[in-house]
């Protein structure tokens, strides 16, 4: 199966910045899109950015131009580079995976990192 580990978050600052790391096993480098979701207490898991199998990257509203997604096959990792950080980011984020090549697979999750932004 999939398997995926999240690491990089902490408790920074308003204005801070953090990087999220997510490596990743069992991928055909390819075949998977990749994302990042958050969830904060008392409200649904939301897409935060996602990079496809083309490289086409998707971010939420409330993050482009402060947060960025890479990925670097060669160390079978995603990235989320998170800028300018601010309190409603905080939650806990999670490390998405979804078979898209040849055929469309079900979602992997990984157990989530904690990010806190608070002065």
């Known amino acids: 199966q999939v398997q995926l580990v999240e690491s990089g978050g902490a408790l920074v600052q308003p204005g801070g910045s953090l990087r999220l790391s997510c490596t990743y096993s069992?991928?055909?480098?390819?075949?998977?899109?990749m994302a990042w979701y958050r969830q904060a207490p008392g409200k649904q898991r939301e897409l935060v950015a996602r990079?496809?199998?083309?490289?086409?990257?998707n971010y939420t509203d409330s993050v482009k131009g402060r947060f960025t997604i890479s990925r670097d096959n060669a160390k079978n990792t995603v990235y989320l580079q998170m800028n300018s950080l601010k309190p409603e980011d905080t939650a806990v984020y999670y490390c998405?995976?979804?078979?898209?090549?040849?055929?469309?697979?079900?979602?992997?999750w990984g157990q989530g990192t904690q990010v806190t932004v608070s002065s």
């Open positions: 998405n995976t979804r078979r898209e090549l040849p055929t469309r697979g079900g979602d992997s």
């Open positions: 069992r991928i055909i480098v390819g075949w998977y899109a």
């Open positions: 990079i496809d199998t083309g490289g086409s990257i």
